[in-house]
Structure formats: C-alpha cells, structure tokens
C-alpha cells in the first residue's frame, strides 16, 4: 500500500468535529470499519463517539486531539490526556480504513510520544484496549507497549459506547515508558 502525501500534524479545532467523528467512526464501527484492520464491528455495534464528545475532548484543556490532514482531508488522530504522575492516556486513536498497513499509525504514534513529553512533560502513556482485541494489543507491543495486568470493566448499559454483540468485553491496560527526548546538536560549535 502506498503511504498516503500528507501535511504536517497540527491540533484539532472546533469546526474539525464533524469530520473527526466520521472519521473515528469509519475506523472501528459499520461496513466502513471492514475496510481497514482496526475493525470493532464483530464485537460492538452503535456509535463509537458523537460530536458533542469530540468537541469536549478539543475544549479540554487537560486533552490535545492531534489530527493528520490529507490531500482528501483528515486521515489521521488521536487524543493525549493529562493524567497522574507524568502520565498521558492516549485515546481516540484512528486511521482512515483505506489508507491502514501504510504505517500512518507509527507515524502518529511517533508524533503522539512527541507532544506527549514537549506537551504534558509525560514520561510514560497508559491506553485501554478492548481484550478480545488481539491484534491490536500485539500491534502496540510491538511499538513498545506492555500489559500491565490491570484490568478495567466495558461500560454495559452506557450506549454512548457502543452496543455489545457479547457479554464478556473487559479492557487490558497498556503501558509504555517514553524515551527520553534526544538533544539536539543545533548551535554547537
């Protein structure tokens, strides 16, 4: 798959909330969803998120949405949240279906760690990823990510989460220590 031409990354904004739900949406829930790997269709139906939760997310001032434009616009985001201790929670993390497997994801993972330590002054990011979610969870292993045994319940009954197609959906914790930035060599003589 070719890499798709993208801008530099850049914050989200209110009026990018519309888009960016489509966008989350398409990555995980509907016929959309199939096109790509990050699918959660076999295990949830309904919404993912709506506009009025992504716009909470652009106006707080704990969070930063980072977006990834494209020729044909958003391709890319995800959400850094101010937690404990020097921690980030990364979340609302999605690529457009078509354009996964081009490693737009270490791209925007990269880009995340980044504003992550320059930010927040985070030194390590906790996510939460569905348990029967397999591959996902070896795909963020393999970008240094490790279980830390904690697990957290699914929100049954809430449906702004999501319709279970199951009854025993349950999150892992995934923990990943940042690496120090590297200084740069700029203005040495």
């Known amino acids: 798959m070719k890499r798709p031409q993208t801008a530099p990354f850049r914050l989200a904004a209110p009026p990018d909330a519309a888009e960016l739900t489509t966008l989350i949406e398409s990555a995980y829930r509907g016929a959309s969803s199939r096109e790509g790997w990050t699918t959660e269709a076999d295990l949830l139906g309904g919404q993912r998120v709506d506009e009025a939760q992504v716009l909470q997310v652009i106006n707080d001032p704990e969070s930063l949405l980072l977006v990834l434009p494209d020729a044909d616009g958003l391709l890319a985001c995800c959400q850094l949240e101010r937690r404990r201790d020097g921690i980030v929670y990364f979340g609302m993390f999605a690529v457009r279906p078509g354009s996964q497997g081009a490693g737009v994801g ?25 348990a029967q979610r397999s591959e996902l969870i070896e795909w963020y292993e393999r970008l240094g990510f490790r279980r830390t045994g904690e697990t957290r319940p699914f929100p049954y009954g809430e449906p702004r989460f999501g319709d279970p197609k ?24």
């Open 106 to 130: 270490r791209q925007v993972m990269a880009e995340a760690q980044r504003l992550a330590r320059t930010s927040f002054g985070a030194t390590a990011m906790e996510m939460t990823v569905i």
């Open 166 to 189: 199951r009854d025993d959906l349950h999150f892992v914790v995934l923990h990943r220590d940042l690496p120090v930035a590297e200084a740069t060599t700029e203005g040495a003589s």
